[in-house]
């Protein structure tokens, strides 16, 4: 899954993101409420773990907001306050589940199972949870990506880079959006990065097909030609 963690706390939220990343998920982290509400709003995410009390932006706005705009992401939310009727603000607000600090990290990762069960088995929007751009398929819960039924293989950042490409199918991508969006570089560390990992996922979806997916647009960026035939 890609998860928007949204917490000010710098210690929960590192150990959110590790322990998340390491049970495969992609992750995302923001430390403010407006940033988050920002990045949450203009990118696509399988779930958001919102601490309820942030600078900015407070997390119950944030959900508000979000729900406003008809955006069903499901939503756990981080709290302090365990009281009843701070729980039941919460899930009015729009969140899906509640979890009261301190918490088990297996007991956060349990829930995050379960709204993610629960998010599939709602019928939620196809693009959620699949994408597809001809014969190329990627099942974002399973984690799996498959060309003509054969499974390639895919580092969590090759991963990212193509989830990323396959969003903006047939739309040419610059490096700068792929440095901020899948590696969340808000500067160019002047590295090739984005040019090792482009040729490495390239050898991996287009090696042995007949026709290539992945192509580089001189002087612009890249494109995933979204081939239908």
Do not use: C
């Not at 599939?120 to 099942?139: F, I, K, N, V």
């Not at 060309?147 to 580092?155: A, E, P």
């Amino acid at each position: 899954m890609r998860i928007l963690v949204i917490e000010d706390d710098p210690e929960v939220s590192a150990h959110l993101v590790k322990g998340l990343e390491e049970a495969g998920n992609v992750v995302d982290s923001v430390d403010n409420g407006r940033d988050g509400l920002y990045q949450a709003a203009a990118e696509t995410y399988d779930l958001l773990i919102v601490d309820r009390m942030l600078p900015g932006v407070d997390g119950l706005t944030i959900i508000r907001t979000l729900r406003a705009s008809e955006n069903t992401v499901p939503v756990l939310i981080l709290s302090a306050l365990g009281e009843v009727d701070d729980r039941v603000k919460g899930l009015r607000a729009g969140g899906d589940d509640y979890l009261v600090k301190p918490f088990a990290f297996s007991e956060l990762l349990a829930r995050v199972d379960a709204l993610s069960r629960r998010a599939t088995s709602g019928g939620g929007e196809g693009e959620q949870t699949r994408l597809r751009a001809g014969d190329l398929e990627m099942d974002l819960l399973g984690r799996k990506v498959t060309r003509s039924g054969k499974t390639i293989d895919l580092q969590p950042r090759e991963f990212r880079l193509l989830e990323y490409l396959m969003r903006h199918a047939g739309q040419v991508v610059t490096r700068t959006m792929l440095l901020e969006n899948v590696w969340n570089y808000h500067f160019d560390p002047q590295t090739n990065v984005v040019d090792v990992h482009i040729s490495r996922l390239r050898r991996k979806i287009d090696e042995g097909f007949d026709r290539p997916f992945l192509e580089t647009v001189r002087g612009a960026g890249y494109v995933l030609i979204d081939k239908q035939s």
